[in-house]
């Protein structure tokens, strides 16, 4: 299948081969919001959730997650990140979750950003699962992703 870097000739799943690629510079940012009543955000803005600080907890996971990002996504490349960031923020009835990820290497890290978001969003469900029933996590995507020569 042309165009599908992860598909050999025969169809099968494949690593892709980024030996011959020169190493850069790498960035990528991701961002995705969880929907919560009013009420929660404010259990979890006056640190009254059972199970912790949310906001500190979820920002550990996020980037823990970022780190182990190739542990969880099937044939996606081993990176030594040399930055994982999670901001977080209460939003019009929500939470936004923003994640950044570095590195120098030869291929890019969009997908460390979105499993930084998408575990941070799953771990602030997990918290607050006792308090609201109605939670949504929406709009997980890549906001941008640079690449430069070093």
Known sequence: MEGLTHIAEDGSARMVDVSAKPVSAREAVAAGRIVLKPETIELI????????????????????????TPQLIPLCHGLNLSHADVDIAAADG?????????????????????TGVSVALLTIYDMCKAVDKEMQITDVRLLSKTKRDV
Do not use: D, Y
């Not at 199970?51 to 970022?66: C, L, M």
């Not at 990820?101 to 950003?113: D, L, N, Y």
């Open 94 to 114: 929500g939470v936004e979750v923003r994640c950044t990820a570095r590195t120098t290497a030869q291929t890019g890290v969009e997908m460390e950003a979105l």
């Open 45 to 68: 803005s006056a640190n009254r959730i059972a199970k912790g600080n949310v906001f500190a907890t979820a920002r550990i996971a996020g980037v823990q997650a970022a780190k182990q």
